[in-house]
């Protein structure tokens, strides 16, 4: 049975939005303002999330950001990716040109509950706020791994947005990145 992981980096106060300053908000470009050596640690530890991935999912928009950028790399990292299979949650998009990519245009929740039924192993979120909402409304995210960036915005979208109830979740790994970044890793704490 595969396990959603939502791979997310956030500020300190919890924003996600537009890291790397592309989007044309006014504080974005928060992730390169990090410590030289600290984002060859969090590279590190993204490669080989990726090598532990068995499928990426992910949102229109992420999808088109990455699309956008990983096709043309090259090195082991861009060929982890590139091969892995996407599934791409979207109503709207028709021709999805990132190799291994299907979308996902009926119900989310049933979409994802019966990928985790076909997929074995880590099907990994990247980015996809909206997506990452709708997965833990539904109780069908099984782990996060939070990439703190010792930075606050005080401003922009943050990767929670409201919950019908308290989703209760439990610490399972925390660890340094480089000197100046941190891991966190939870777990759903069901029946809590």
Known sequence: M????????VSLDGVVQDPTGEEGFRLGGWFGQTEAQDLEAWAQVAFAEALGAEALLLGRRSYEWFAARWPSRSGEWADRLNSLPKYVVSSTLEVLDWNNSTVLKGNVV??????KQEV??????YASGQLVNTLLEHDLVDELRLMIFPTVLGAGDRLF????HRKPMRLVDTRTVGDGLVCLTYEPARGA
């Open 2 to 9: 595969g396990k959603i992981v939502i791979s997310e980096n």
């Open 161 to 164: 947005g409201e919950v019908s």
């Open 110 to 115: 049933n979409d994802v509950s019966k990928l």
């Open 120 to 125: 074995a192993g880590d099907i990994v979120v």
